[in-house]
């Protein structure tokens, strides 16, 4: 699964727009609060892998490696909130 497929998945508009209405920032801030399950302001590996999984996504440690490292901008191995913008807005999700 990528990012985008993802982010499809969890959210009902295109968010491809780099001007977000409300609407669309409290998506995306409801999208990664589902994802960061301990509340700690990031998305580690452990969590999204096992939300994939959650999801019934049958998922490999390099792909979600994959995933972190796409939209992990300053490569601490994690997502976070602003991060996670960037990359739903830049359509790399």
């Known amino acids: 699964m990528t990012w985008k497929a993802f982010f499809n998945s969890t959210t009902t508009d295109s968010m491809a727009d ?34 994939l999984k ?6 490999t440690d390099e792909v979600v490696d994959e995933m972190i490292k796409i939209a992990d901008e300053n490569g ?9 913008v960037k990359a739903a807005t830049n359509g790399v999700m």
Do not use: I, R, S
């Open 18 to 51: 780099k001007k977000l209405t409300t609407e669309q920032a409290a998506e995306l801030k409801k999208a990664f609060q589902v994802m960061d399950t301990n509340g700690d302001g990031f998305v580690t590996k452990d969590e999204l892998k096992n939300l």
């Open 54 to 59: 959650g999801l019934g996504e049958e998922v």
């Open 76 to 84: 601490d191995g994690k997502v976070e909130f602003t991060e996670f």
